[in-house]
C-alpha cells in the first residue's frame, strides 16, 4: 500500500512538472512561443475580443512597454478563420491561448520593426537587439461584452491617474525642494514674476513662450520663443494654467495626465499618462486668433 501511494505522489507530481515546465510552441507562420504556465484551455472563438497584459523588453534590460504600469492592457480580436494566412504571428498565436495562459515571445528587432510595427528600423535603434514580450492573458469575451469592459476599465483608470498624478507630482516637488501652490484642478504652480500686467479670459488668444519637458525624465519635447493660440485650442492644463499670469509674468506649470493627453498621449510626441512641466511666459493678450496670419488680434 505505502509503494502505491508513493507511486501516486510521483505521478502527480510528474503531471504538475508537465503542466509547469515551459514548452516551445509555433503558429502557422513560424512565430514560436514559449508556454509559462498554461490556463483553463478554452480558446477564443471567432469575434472573441482577448484581453492580456504584457511587459516588452529589449536585450539590454530596457522596459519598452509595461501594460500593467499602464493600466491599459492589450486587445486582440480574433477574426475570421480565413484572414488566418494574412496575419502576422503574434496574432496568430492570440487564436490558440486561453484564458490565465502566460507566454514568452523572443524575436530580432528587425523582425518586430518588419512585422509588428511595418516600419523600418530607425537608425538610432541598436540592430543587434532582440526584443522579449511577457504575455499573460487576463480574459476572453464577446464583443459587447468588452465594450462594457473597456468603459469601466477607463473609468476606473482615469479615477485612479489622478492620484497617482498628484502623488508622483508632489514627491517630485520634495525631491527637488520646490516650493509650489496647488489649484483645485490638480495642476501645482510656481509663480517667477508678477509684473501686475492684465490677465487673459477663457475666450482671449494668447501669445506666449514656453519650454515643455516630461517630469519623469525632465527631457525637452517642445519650446517656442513666441506662439499665439486660441485659449479654447489648447490642453485644459494651459486652458487654466495661464489665466493666473498677467502680461509679462512667467511661471512652471506641473500639469497632471488628465490635464495634459491622457490616457492616449499624443503619438509620436507624448507617451500615455505623461505628466508635463512647462516653463511659461506671457507676452500678449488678443481678443480674438487670426488663422492667417497664426497671430492674436
Known amino acids: 500500500m505505502k509503494m502505491i501511494r508513493i507511486a501516486h505522489v510521483l505521478i502527480g507530481l510528474l503531471v504538475l512538472c508537465v503542466s509547469c515546465t515551459n514548452s516551445e510552441k509555433e ?15 478554452i480558446l477564443p472563438k471567432k469575434e472573441d475580443v482577448v484581453v492580456f497584459n504584457f511587459v516588452m523588453k529589449d536585450s539590454k534590460d530596457s522596459v519598452w512597454n509595461d501594460t500593467y504600469d499602464g493600466g491599459i492592457p492589450g486587445v486582440v480580436m480574433i477574426a475570421d478563420s480565413t484572414a488566418l494566412d494574412k496575419e502576422d504571428g503574434m496574432t496568430q498565436m492570440f487564436r490558440f491561448l486561453s484564458k490565465g495562459d502566460s ?20 537608425p538610432s535603434i541598436d540592430s543587434t537587439l532582440s526584443i522579449t514580450y511577457t ?5 476572453i469575451m464577446p464583443q459587447d461584452e468588452f465594450r462594457e469592459f ?14 497617482k498624478d498628484d502623488k508622483i507630482i508632489a514627491k517630485y516637488l ?17 509663480i517667477h514674476t508678477t509684473k501686475g500686467g492684465p ?36 490642453i485644459q492644463g494651459w486652458q487654466l494654467g495661464i489665466p493666473k499670469l498677467g502680461i509679462g509674468d512667467s511661471a512652471t ?6 490635464l495634459a493627453y491622457g490616457a492616449q498621449g499624443y503619438p509620436g510626441a507624448i ?10 511666459e506671457l507676452l500678449s493678450i488678443g481678443q480674438g486668433f487670426d488663422q492667417t496670419t497664426r497671430s492674436c488680434k
Open 27 to 41: 503558429t502557422p507562420n513560424g512565430l514560436k512561443y514559449t508556454v509559462i504556465k498554461e490556463g483553463d484551455g
Open 103 to 122: 507566454v514568452k515571445v523572443n524575436m530580432p528587432i528587425t523582425k518586430f520593426f518588419k512585422d509588428l510595427v511595418q516600419a523600418p528600423l530607425p
Open 135 to 139: 504575455i499573460k492573458v487576463s480574459e
Open 150 to 163: 473597456q468603459t469601466k476599465l477607463m473609468d476606473n483608470k482615469v479615477k485612479n491617474q489622478v492620484g
Open 174 to 190: 520634495a525631491d527637488n525642494n520646490i516650493s509650489a501652490q496647488r489649484d483645485t484642478s490638480g495642476i501645482h504652480y510656481v
Open 199 to 234: 490677465k487673459p479670459a477663457a475666450e482671449n488668444c494668447v501669445e506666449v513662450k514656453y519650454t515643455g519637458k516630461f517630469l519623469k525624465t525632465e527631457k525637452v519635447f517642445d519650446q517656442n520663443d513666441r506662439i499665439a493660440f486660441p485659449l479654447t485650442g489648447v
Open 253 to 258: 506649470f506641473y500639469i497632471p495626465s488628465g
Open 271 to 280: 507617451p500615455p499618462d505623461a505628466i508635463l512641466i512647462f516653463d511659461v
